[in-house]
């Protein structure tokens, strides 16, 4: 696996996913998080989750439900996009980056703004 931000594959995997999803949603939702990761067998798995609001609190975020997925991931990916299918900020929560952390994950890849930039835990 090369680096991400100049392949951009689990980038490119996961807007794909996300933009099937936004068209074919119901108007509640509005924006999509997703969050996917390679397990250690080299499958990449990704989850994604609506939300209602704007700012809403999750029991389970996306990044929290990949860690079903993928007990200890390295490196995550984690894109928001709203319903007009524009990135929008996918920085994780301090909390779901506080467990991630513990989860032995060392990279995040998100949005900020419109670029995307790696974040070392």
């Not at 894109?79 to 920085?91: A, Q």
Request: proline content about 4%.
């Amino acid at each position: 696996m090369g680096d991400p931000l100049i392949d951009m594959i689990p980038i490119n995997v996961l807007v794909g996913r996300l933009t099937k999803v936004v068209s074919n949603s119901s108007t509640q939702f509005k924006h999509f998080v997703a969050a996917g990761t390679y397990r250690k067998d080299g499958k990449f798995v990704s989850t994604i989750n609506g939300h209602p609001r704007h700012n809403v609190v999750h029991a389970c975020h996306a990044e929290m439900r990949l860690l079903r997925k993928s007990a200890m991931p390295e490196e995550i990916y984690i894109i928001r996009l709203n319903k007009r299918n524009e990135l929008l900020n996918s920085l994780p929560c301090s909390k779901c980056t506080q467990v991630l952390r513990k989860r032995g994950t060392r990279t995040i890849v998100c949005c900020w703004g419109s670029e995307f930039v790696k974040v070392e835990l």
